[in-house]
């Protein structure tokens, strides 16, 4: 690894960038160095990579691909490279197969158990160095205290800043007992907005006061334990900043209060600068010149080839013209070459007697049952569980069919139903998806009439007039009804009417295998909801589209 003064102004500016790569054309593939991806290492000498589902398969291919990269860079300014992930645990995990997938942040928020707050982050890490990745966008130190909040939801261990603060500290020093540097975000706060910013520029009104008790809690109390990198949101907060740029582009927020006032002197990365919130507004390329301006030391450009070549061009402009003095750039760079150095990276990192070694082991998956099995929580129960094993059961299953920035589809076995079937005679599920066709609806509700136990496995039904219309037209029956909340445990909210709901704040297969032992009554449910289910919130739909 080169030292600052042995770098040029464009070594530099690469240093501050870290980029995401996909195939070209079909012929291409993300899953191995491509040319995108060879050319800014090569070309570009960037800093970091970011890793996503479409650069993943196996941990063995995975670390094959980081090794790879890691060589790419080894005689550039930019190696080390920073490789990065959103490795969040829960419903948003870029890499699941053969790896052990940690329980969501809610989910352990529901355990209040802080130890095991530490230990799956530990885990989750120990399995990403393993595989070459050294940097986890995680954990969410979002405070989520709006149930209308599109984007957070379940990445937030809760809705009280005492609870994150101590849960996500916790977390923090897991994944840096592994050797992975974990980001704090999404700071000042993305807890209390009603839009997303991946394709709006949110805004949260609250006075300073009520910012410093809620908001900035969190924070502040993981950098005074040593956090290593913050990411900024692209969220506007009028009490911080006056002219209406978002926190990503205030020098207000990342200088004088991330810097000054709180005393940061780590790593501040973007969220991502193709996100709408930035680039609709100001542009990607602009938006980082904005950025650094600001006091952010790394770039986050995802996707676009073009974006990312434009981004480096402008911050070298920007510095040439004299907008950006090339001091400010060096304390940038000199922040991301501590980093580098305090995690030791090497190509060895990524090697298939370090992936067999510490990914996917036994002990890993009984951590995490275990955990799941002190998350689950029974909302309410009106004396129907457990479920008789008798009967006939009818499972509806919602199921992610699109993906976003967020959501990913995953072609999952192991669903409740599966699990069911091990103890419950006769079992019949069906998939729908998250936004249920009309045709759909009056299919499950057809099917169902037949049958004396109903499961609904609810994905963010907050958000689905037709999901919530599924549940309520079958709460009105004569039948056993059991609503699991498969994401937002807020679902409730729509129908609480339902007799039995359970929250399991993710669908993954260790969280249904959980719920399957609550509603078959192997086990006990033993979690505590993290957030409040107030039916002030509600949407207010009826049911109809």
């Not at 930035?278 to 770039?299: F, K, N, P, S």
């Not at 399991?504 to 033993?526: C, F, I, K, W």
């Amino acid at each position: 690894m080169k030292k600052l003064a042995d770098m040029n102004l464009r070594q530099k500016i690469g240093q501050m960038v870290m980029c995401g790569f996909s195939a070209a054309d079909a012929e291409d593939s993300a899953k191995k160095p491509n040319q995108r991806i060879i050319q800014l290492i090569k070309e570009y000498e960037i800093g970091g990579v970011i890793l996503f589902r479409r650069n993943l398969d196996t941990p063995q291919q995975v670390a094959e691909l980081n090794h790879e990269l890691q060589l790419l860079a080894a005689d550039t300014s930019g190696g080390p490279l920073l490789i990065g992930i959103d490795q969040e645990g829960g419903m948003v995990a870029r890499i699941h197969e053969g790896v052990v997938c940690m329980p969501g942040s809610m989910a352990i928020g529901a355990t209040r158990d802080k130890q095991a707050a530490y230990e799956t982050a530990r885990i989750s890490g120990k399995e990403l160095r393993a595989m070459g990745i050294n940097l986890n966008f995680a954990p969410c130190l979002d405070v989520n205290n709006n149930p209308l909040n599109p984007v957070i939801g379940v990445r937030s261990f809760g809705e009280t800043a005492e609870l994150v603060g101590e849960l996500g500290t916790a977390a923090v020093k897991g994944y840096q007992a592994s050797g992975v540097a974990p980001t704090i975000k999404h700071f000042p706060g993305h807890g209390d907005t009603q839009s997303d910013s991946h394709h709006a520029l949110p805004m949260i009104p609250h006075g300073l006061e009520r910012l410093r008790e809620m908001e900035f809690a969190p924070f502040v109390r993981a950098i005074n334990e040593g956090a290593d990198v913050i990411m900024s949101a692209h969220v506007i907060f009028p009490a911080l900043e006056p002219d209406g740029l978002p926190s990503t582009l205030s020098k207000r927020v990342l200088t004088d209060l991330l810097r000054g006032e709180l005393g940061f002197g780590g790593v501040i990365v973007t969220d991502c600068l193709e996100m709408r919130a930035i680039a609709d507004h100001y542009g990607t390329a602009e938006g980082a010149v904005m950025a650094v301006e600001a006091g952010a030391d790394l770039l986050l450009v995802s996707h676009r080839l073009p974006l990312q070549i434009e981004t480096i061009e402008k911050l070298v402009e920007a510095v040439e013209s004299g907008r950006i003095s090339e001091a400010r750039i060096d304390e940038s760079v000199e922040r991301l070459l501590q980093l580098k150095q305090k995690l030791s990276i090497t190509a060895g990192d990524a090697s298939p007697a370090a992936v067999s070694a510490a990914v996917g082991l036994p002990e890993h998956v009984e951590l995490v049952r275990e955990t799941f099995r002190k998350s689950v929580t029974l909302v309410k129960d009106e004396q129907q569980l457990p479920l008789a094993s008798d009967k006939k059961t009818y499972v509806i299953w919602a199921e992610v069919r699109a993906n976003t920035q967020i959501d990913e589809v995953i072609e999952q076995e192991e669903t409740l139903g599966a699990y069911l079937a091990e103890t419950i005679a006769a079992v019949t599920e069906t998939r729908i998806d998250t936004m249920p066709s009309e045709a759909d609806v009056e299919r499950v509700l057809s099917e169902s009439k037949d049958y004396d136990q109903v499961i609904v496995v609810t994905y963010n039904a907050s958000f689905s007039p037709n999901q919530i219309r599924i549940v309520k037209e079958l709460a009105a029956r004569d039948t056993v009804l059991t609503v699991v909340a498969g994401r937002n445990p807020f679902d409730y909210i729509e129908f609480p009417e339902v007799k039995t709901y359970v929250a399991s704040y993710e669908n993954r297969p260790n969280a249904m295998y959980a719920v399957a032992d609550v509603l078959t009554g192997r086990h006990q449910a033993e979690g505590k909801l993290p957030v409040t289910l107030t039916p002030e919130y509600s949407f207010g739909w009826s049911g109809q589209a």
